[in-house]
T-cell receptor, first 115, second 112 residues
Framework: KAGVTQTPRYLIKTRGQQVTLSCSPI?????VSWYQQTPGQGLQFLFE???????NKGNFPGRFSGRQFSNSRSEMNVSTLELGDSALYLC??????????????FGPGTRLTVT | GQQLNQSPQSMFIQEGEDVSMNCTSS?????WLWYKQDPGEGPVLLIA?????ELTSNGRLTAQFGITRKDSFLNISASIPSDVGIYFC????????????FGKGTLLTVNP
């Protein structure tokens, strides 16, 4: 099976702009989670989607949003970018059912730099 | 909120040595996961633990789910240079909560 794919891999944006990141989960996986990774804060949970519905949400401001499509692909959007949003954004997929629901498989990430 | 304390923060060992690292939580977890991350890549799942007291192996890696459900351990035996990387523990509290809480990571360096 192909793994989790994320596009783009690298992105440079300017403060105030908005950005959309994309994630394609492992085939058959219905749950997609997003994480922000920074040297100072480590890996922090943003939100999780299952069957096009947000099931869980982390403690991030409303500038961070996401959605999931019927084919389980997910997008994450950050509006009004701030310098502190520079990070590696990771997407993880899992089957989403009762069995093995919590084993999350990560993509390579999108490295976002805000200048 | 939930916090995971992972230790040690870094380790520098000789090839062939055994390695131990652990995570402790301020609250109970129902699931513990261990990941390894190489530079420029996403974390790779190594071992998943679902029951208190569970001991699971994956090759030279062995992990345990603490009986208090507030801690977990990862051991690597006979380390090799490709074991270099950052190891993360992650826990899930339970119920319908699919959020993972991650430790800060243990940076492992193996000297050939």
């Amino acid at each position: 099976k192909a793994g989790v794919t994320q596009t783009p891999r690298y992105l440079i944006k300017t403060r105030g702009q908005q950005v959309t990141l994309s994630c394609s989960p492992i085939s058959g996986h219905r749950s997609v989670s997003w994480y922000q990774q920074t040297p100072g804060q480590g890996l922090q949970f943003l939100f999780e989607y299952f069957s096009e519905t947000q099931r869980n949400k982390g403690n991030f401001p409303g500038r961070f949003s996401g959605r999931q499509f019927s084919n389980s692909r997910s997008e994450m959007n950050v509006s009004t970018l701030e310098l502190g949003d520079s990070a590696l954004y990771l997407c993880a997929s899992s089957p989403g059912g009762q069995a093995l629901a919590y084993e999350q498989y990560f993509g390579p990430g999108t490295r976002l730099t805000v200048t | 909120g939930q916090q995971l304390n992972q230790s040690p923060q870094s380790m520098f060992i000789q090839e062939g040595e055994d390695v131990s690292m652990n995570c402790t939580s301020s609250s109970i977890f129902n699931t513990w996961l261990w990941y390894k991350q190489d530079p420029g890549e996403g974390p790779v799942l190594l071992i998943a633990l679902y029951k208190a007291g569970e001991l699971t192996s994956n090759g030279r890696l062995t992990a345990q789910f603490g009986i208090t459900r507030k801690d977990s351990f990862l051991n690597i035996s006979a380390s090799i240079p490709s074991d270099v990387g950052i190891y993360f523990c992650a826990g899930r509290s339970g119920g319908s909560n699919y959020k993972l809480t991650f430790g800060k990571g243990t940076l492992l360096t193996v000297n050939p």
